[in-house]
C-alpha cells in the first residue's frame, strides 16, 4: 500500500510539472515499476550540476554478518595454505635448497596477489545506483521523449538503469549484476568484475599449487623417516597435508567452476542473472571489447593486476546521472 500512495505521489507531482505528463504501466518485475511517458516534453538540457556526488566517497563496504564471516574466512584459509605449503612442506621437507625457496616465493606472490584481489573485489563499488534518485528533477533531467520508459525501484526509489538489478543484501540497485557474492562480501557487479575473476583464478591457482606441492612431498617423504623432513610429529603433519589437500580440492574445484562461468559471462556479455532469466540481449562489440571493457585495458599483463585502477572512478563520468 505505501508503495502505491507513493507511485502516486511521484507521479501527481510529475503531472503537475510543467509540460510533463506520465502514465505509469504499474507493470512490477521485481520490486520495480515501469513509468512510460506519454507526452513529449521538451528536450531540456541535461543539467549536469543537479547531480552532485561526492567523489571521494570511494569506500564501499557491505555490513552483512554472513559476508564479513567468510570474507575473514577466506583470508584465514589463504594463511593457513601459507602456513603449511611453507612451514610445513617446503621448509622442513627440503631445507637450504634453492628449489624451496624458488618454489615459497611463487607460492607467496600468488597467495598474496589472491589476497589483494579479494581486497579489491570486497572494498570496490560494483556499480550501485544512487538510493532515492527517482525524483521529478531526475527524470525531467533525463530527456525523455514520448514512448520511452523509466523504470523505478520501489525498494531503493531509484532509477534503475538497463541491465540493473536490485540486491537485498546491498540493499541497493546495482548496474549489471551478476550475483551477490558472501565470499568477497559483496555483489559482483559493473565494476568490480575483474577483481573477482583474478580472486577466483588465482584462489584456482594456488589451489593446484598447494596439492602439488604435498603430493610431491608425500612421495620425497615416504622413502625417508618422516623426522629427517618435517618439523612436527608425523602424525600432525599429516593431518596439516590432509587439511591443505582438502582445502585444495573444494575450493580448487568451486573457483575453477566460478572462473569458467564469469569467463563465460565476459566473453558473451551476459550476467548471470540475464543467464538464468534467459534474456536474449543484442550483444554489442567483440569479445575482445567485452574483455577490454570489464578488464580496464587492451590484453596485457594488467589484466592480470588487481592494482589497476578502479574502474569505478574511471567509467563513472559515462554515468552521470546515476553516479553515486
Ligand atoms: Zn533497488
Ligand atoms: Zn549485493
Redesign the pocket.
Known amino acids: 500500500m505505501t508503495e502505491l500512495v507513493q507511485v502516486k505521489d511521484i507521479l501527481e507531482r510529475l503531472k503537475t510539472g510543467e509540460n510533463y505528463e506520465t502514465s505509469s504501466s504499474a507493470e512490477s518485475g521485481e520490486?520495480?515499476e515501469i513509468i512510460s511517458v506519454t507526452t513529449t516534453q521538451p528536450n531540456t538540457t541535461k543539467n549536469m550540476a543537479q547531480f552532485h556526488f561526492c567523489r571521494c566517497k570511494a569506500e564501499w563496504f557491505v555490513r552483512d554478518g554472513l559476508g564479513m564471516t567468510c570474507s575473514g574466512l577466506t583470508y584465514c584459509l589463504i594463511l593457513f595454505a601459507e602456513f603449511v605449503v611453507i612451514g610445513v612442506i617446503l621448509l622442513p621437507g627440503f631445507p637450504l635448497s634453492a628449489w624451496s625457496y624458488v618454489h615459497a616465493i611463487l607460492f607467496s606472490c600468488l597467495a598474496f596477489l589472491a589476497a589483494c584481489s579479494h581486497l579489491r573485489a570486497m572494498t570496490t563499488n560494483p556499480g550501485t545506483?544512487p538510493?532515492g534518485n527517482f525524483t521529478d528533477e531526475n527524470v525531467k533531467g533525463l530527456g525523455l521523449q514520448a514512448g520511452d520508459v523509466v523504470v523505478r525501484?520501489?525498494?531503493?526509489?531509484?532509477i534503475?538503469t538497463d541491465r540493473?538489478?536490485?540486491?537485498s543484501t546491498c540493499?541497493?540497485?546495482i548496474r549489471k549484476m551478476d550475483h551477490h557474492c558472501p565470499w568477497i562480501n559483496n555483489c559482483v557487479g559493473e565494476f568490480n568484475q575483474k577483481f573477482f575473476v583474478l580472486f577466483t583464478f588465482y584462489i584456482m591457482a594456488i589451489s593446484a599449487y598447494a596439492m602439488v606441492l604435498a603430493i610431491h612431498y608425500i612421495f620425497q617423504c615416504s622413502d625417508k623417516d618422516w623426522k629427517e623432513c618435517a618439523y612436527f610429529s608425523p602424525p600432525t603433519t599429516i593431518i596439516f597435508l590432509v587439511f591443505l589437500i582438502f582445502e585444495g580440492l573444494l575450493f580448487g574445484l568451486f573457483t575453477l567452476i566460478m572462473f569458467c562461468t564469469q569467463m563465460n559471462s565476459v566473453i558473451n556479455d551476459e550476467t548471470g542473472i540475464e543467464h538464468l532469466k534467459k534474456e536474449n540481449r543484442e550483444k554489442s562489440g567483440t569479445w575482445r571489447d567485452r574483455m577490454k571493457d570489464t578488464f580496464g585495458s587492451d590484453m596485457g599483463i594488467s589484466w592480470f593486476s588487481p592494482f589497476s585502477s578502479n574502474l569505478y572512478h574511471r567509467k563513472r563520468n559515462d554515468y552521470s546521472y546515476f553516479d553515486v
Open positions: 520490486n520495480s545506483i538510493k525501484c520501489t525498494r531503493c526509489e531509484c534503475k540493473a538489478h536490485h540486491c540493499q541497493r540497485c
